[in-house]
């Protein structure tokens, strides 16, 4: 089924692999009600809605599309989506913004269906290509680095160098030189190995603490939250959430279509400009997040975090398999993941490691062509510093065809990329971003 032969993989190196992507990960089932429950969705609602939602996409991403990419509610647009439910001023409830979210998800669905996006990928030329996939590599990496407290904020300068004497940050320098020695003398697996010896570490350090409860049995306090598309879109329209509905369509499909291709170029299952098997992993996410919205859960997308468990050798659905079955196990387990999840530097040496293997490809980047080589520059500059992968593309959208049109080479842009152009800037302009 998963064709290990063909893609030069092993069993033992996909479920590594898979645990490796699910640690990175894990922590969205915590995070993610955290942050909704600021709108009002009960912990558990939210806790179970991500762990179904993530289940289902990456389940579909594994068996139909055999990629090693999970799927789970993206970070950013849950902080938008509780943002819509309190700018309300008590006008909206976040059963009627999950409405919104159901809507988007059905509209994703059809255009995952059509030929669309799958033009969409084939029309993104090569240097934009190779910009998004440094551009994530960055992301990653910084993601990394402020999670470790390597990196902290500043008043003035926005970051500056963490406390490196903090037990955390001395666990997290630990972690990323055991792992880097580990990468160096190619040992098989470093990056895992690297993560379980840095959580023996943090536990006998304190910094690990295992509740006595351990398990507990998941449940759903509110049932099924939207599920009637015609009541969905009646409340879309009373409270006019269009723009809503329209961001989030927008934001998530060129988040999850730039993720997919960064990753998938990373593990060279790319075939030149042409991602094999597109609609079924397009579809991954459009029905993850129609169905996670039905529960409780804010819009899902493709996860940058998969390009660790490609870093450690992934390469097909096996890998997405195993991340599935942990996302259902973690579904009893949620004092135990949260306690992994909430030692960051567990997991953020692996994101730095992941975000200099990607950085790589700017190699490719035609940096002789002014033309080609700024948009791509934009795109990995921005993307770290907007925290947003969609940002960065959108700039990167916007600039490509602008400059192609002052150097007189306008026909060489695909039609696409010009209508893109222009719905990139009515929401930066007019929407939340």
Same mark, same amino acid.
Request: aromatic share 12%; charged share 10%.
């Given at each position: 089924?998963?064709?290990?032969?063909?893609?030069?993989?092993?069993?033992?190196?996909?479920?590594?692999?898979?645990?490796?992507?699910?640690?990175?990960?894990?922590?969205?089932?915590?995070?993610?009600?955290?942050?909704?429950?600021?709108?009002?969705?009960?912990?558990?609602?939210?806790?179970?809605?991500?762990?179904?939602?993530?289940?289902?996409?990456?389940?579909?991403?594994?068996?139909?599309?055999?990629?090693?990419?999970?799927?789970?509610?993206?970070?950013?647009?849950?902080?938008?989506?509780?943002?819509?439910?309190?700018?309300?001023?008590?006008?909206?409830?976040?059963?009627?913004?999950?409405?919104?979210?159901?809507?988007?998800?059905?509209?994703?669905?059809?255009?995952?269906?059509? =030929?669309?996006?799958?033009?969409?990928?084939?029309?993104?030329?090569?240097?934009?290509?190779?910009?998004?996939?440094?551009?994530?590599?960055?992301?990653?990496?910084?993601?990394?680095?402020?999670?470790?407290?390597?990196?902290?904020?500043?008043?003035?300068?926005?970051?500056?160098?963490?406390?490196?004497?903090?037990?955390?940050?001395? *666990?997290?320098?630990?972690?990323?030189?055991?792992?880097?020695?580990?990468?160096?003398?190619?040992?098989?697996?470093?990056?895992?190995?690297?993560?379980?010896?840095?959580?023996?570490?943090?536990?006998?350090?304190?910094?690990?603490?295992?509740?006595?409860?351990?398990?507990?049995?998941?449940?759903?306090?509110?049932?099924?939250?939207?599920?009637? =598309?015609?009541?969905?879109?009646?409340?879309?329209?009373?409270?006019?959430?269009?723009?809503?509905?329209?961001?989030?369509?927008?934001?998530?499909?060129?988040?999850?279509?730039?993720?997919?291709?960064?990753?998938?170029?990373?593990?060279?299952?790319?075939?030149?400009?042409?991602?094999?098997?597109?609609?079924?992993?397009?579809?991954?996410?459009?029905?993850?997040?129609?169905?996670?919205?039905?529960?409780?859960?804010?819009?899902?997308?493709?996860?940058?975090?998969?390009?660790?468990?490609?870093?450690?050798?992934?390469?097909?659905?096996?890998?997405?398999?195993?991340?599935?079955?942990?996302?259902?196990?973690?579904?009893?387990?949620? =004092?135990?993941?949260?306690?992994?999840?909430?030692?960051?530097?567990?997991?953020?040496?692996?994101?730095?490691?992941?975000?200099?293997?990607?950085?790589?490809?700017?190699?490719?980047?035609?940096?002789?062509?002014?033309?080609?080589?700024?948009?791509?520059?934009?795109?990995?500059?921005?993307?770290?510093?907007?925290?947003?992968?969609?940002?960065?593309?959108?700039?990167?959208?916007?600039?490509?065809?602008?400059?192609?049109?002052?150097?007189?080479?306008?026909?060489?842009?695909?039609?696409? *990329?010009?209508?893109?152009?222009?719905?990139?800037?009515?929401?930066?302009?007019?929407? =939340?971003?």
């Amino acid at each position: 089924m998963f064709r290990l032969k063909e893609h030069k993989t092993t069993v033992k190196t996909e479920i590594l692999a898979g645990m490796t992507t699910f640690l990175t990960m894990a922590y969205i089932v915590i995070v993610n009600p955290i942050i909704l429950a600021d709108a009002g969705v009960p912990f558990d609602q939210v806790f179970l809605a991500t762990i179904i939602a993530a289940t289902i996409g990456t389940l579909w991403m594994a068996l139909f599309a055999n990629y090693p990419i999970a799927i789970a509610p993206g970070m950013g647009l849950n902080a938008y989506f509780t943002s819509i439910v309190l700018s309300s001023d008590g006008q909206l409830d976040y059963m009627a913004a999950f409405s919104a979210v159901f809507i988007a998800g059905i509209f994703f669905v059809i255009l995952s269906l059509t =030929p669309f996006r799958e033009k969409l990928i084939k029309s993104i030329p090569q240097n934009l290509k190779h910009g998004i996939t440094a551009g994530i590599g960055l992301f990653i990496a910084f993601i990394g680095l402020r999670l470790s407290g390597l990196v902290a904020s500043h008043e003035t300068n926005l970051v500056q160098l963490g406390d490196l004497t903090s037990p955390p940050v001395l *666990l997290a320098l630990f972690g990323l030189l055991v792992t880097v020695v580990l990468m160096t003398l190619n040992v098989y697996g470093a990056i895992f190995i690297g993560m379980l010896l840095t959580g023996v570490v943090a536990f006998f350090t304190g910094q690990l603490k295992f509740t006595e409860v351990l398990w507990k049995i998941p449940n759903l306090p509110e049932g099924i939250i939207v599920w009637n =598309p015609i009541t969905a879109m009646g409340d879309v329209i009373s409270h006019g959430l269009f723009g809503v509905v329209f961001a989030f369509l927008i934001v998530t499909m060129f988040d999850t279509t730039g993720t997919m291709i960064g990753v998938a170029k990373q593990a060279g299952l790319m075939k030149g400009d042409t991602l094999p098997r597109a609609r079924h992993a397009l579809l991954a996410d459009s029905i993850a997040a129609t169905i996670g919205s039905m529960f409780g859960t804010s819009p899902t997308s493709a996860y940058v975090e998969s390009s660790s468990g490609v870093a450690v050798g992934g390469r097909t659905g096996l890998t997405t398999l195993t991340v599935a079955i942990l996302f259902m196990l973690a579904a009893f387990f949620g =004092p135990f993941v949260s306690a992994l999840s909430g030692v960051s530097a567990i997991t953020a040496p692996a994101l730095i490691i992941v975000g200099s293997l990607m950085i790589g490809v700017v190699k490719e980047i035609d940096w002789d062509s002014f033309d080609e080589a700024f948009p791509a520059f934009l795109i990995i500059l921005t993307m770290p510093l907007t925290s947003s992968i969609a940002t960065g593309i959108a700039l990167g959208f916007i600039t490509y065809p602008l400059l192609k049109i002052v150097k007189g080479k306008w026909r060489q842009v695909p039609l696409l *990329l010009y209508v893109f152009a222009v719905l990139f800037i009515y929401q930066l302009m007019f929407l =939340p971003h």
